[in-house]
C-alpha cells in the first residue's frame, strides 16, 4: 500500500510538473528573455526568444528580441541577427524599433544605404533613436553602430575573436555579399588588418597581417576574385576605430577592411 500511495504521489507531481510546462506560452518565454537580457545573459535570453518562436512562429516580437539578443551577444551574429529583425518586419511591418534595430546591425556590416533606408523607414514611423541618429549622420557623415560616425570608406569589415584570424562563418556570409557588390572585376581592392592593444606592437602587427592574409586567400580561393587585384597591409593596434579600454571596443578594433583601392 506504501508503494502504491508512493506511486500515485510522484505521477501527480510529474503530472503537475508536466502540466507547468505545457502551459508556457510565447509571451512568458518573451518575458524571461526579457529578464535575461536586463541581466546580460545574452545567450540564454537567445534560447528563451527561441522557445517562444517555436511556440508561435508569428511572433514578430520574439523575432525582433532574438535578432537583438544574437547581435549584443556577439556582433559576428550580424547575419542571425539580420535575418531575425527581418523577419520581424515581414511579420510586422508597421514596427518601428525592428527597423531601428536592423539599421544599426547594417551600419555595423557597413551596409550604409540599407542602413539609412531602415533608419528612416524607423522615423517615418515615429522612432525617436532612429530620428536623433539620422540627425547625427547628416551633421558629422555616415554612422557606426559602435561610435556613432562611420568614417571608414570601406566595403565591408571583418571582425575576429581574440587573438584569432579564423574567419567565422557569419564573416564568410558577409565576404560572399561583398564579391557580389564589388562588381567592377578590373578595379584593385585595398585589405587592411587591424588588431586591438592587447599584446605588444610587433606582435599586433603579425597578427593583424594573418588577419589580412585570411581575408585575402578566402577573396581569392572562394571568390574568385585575382590575387593580383588585392594589396594587403598591415596596421597592428595603430587606428583603432573604437576605445581600447572595453571589451566591446577591443571587439570593434580586431578587424579586417576592404575597400577599393
Known sequence: MKRILILVFF?????LWQSAACAQTAASWIERGESLEQHKVYDEAVKAYTKAIELDPGAAKAYLKRGTARFAAKKTNCTEALDDLSEAIRLAPRNAEAYYQRGIVNYYLI???????DMEAAAALGHAGAREWLEKADKQGAVSADTAILSTPAIAVVHFDHNSADITASYRALLAETVKRMGDTSSSIMVSGHADSTGTNEYNRNLSMNRAAAVKEYLVEHGGVSSERITVRAY????????????????SNRRVEISKD
Open 11 to 15: 505521477t501527480s507531481v510529474f503530472a
Open 111 to 117: 551596409n550604409n544605404e540599407q542602413g539609412r533606408r
Open 236 to 251: 597592428g593596434e595603430e587606428m583603432p576605430i573604437a576605445s581600447n579600454d572595453t571589451d566591446e571596443g577591443r571587439a
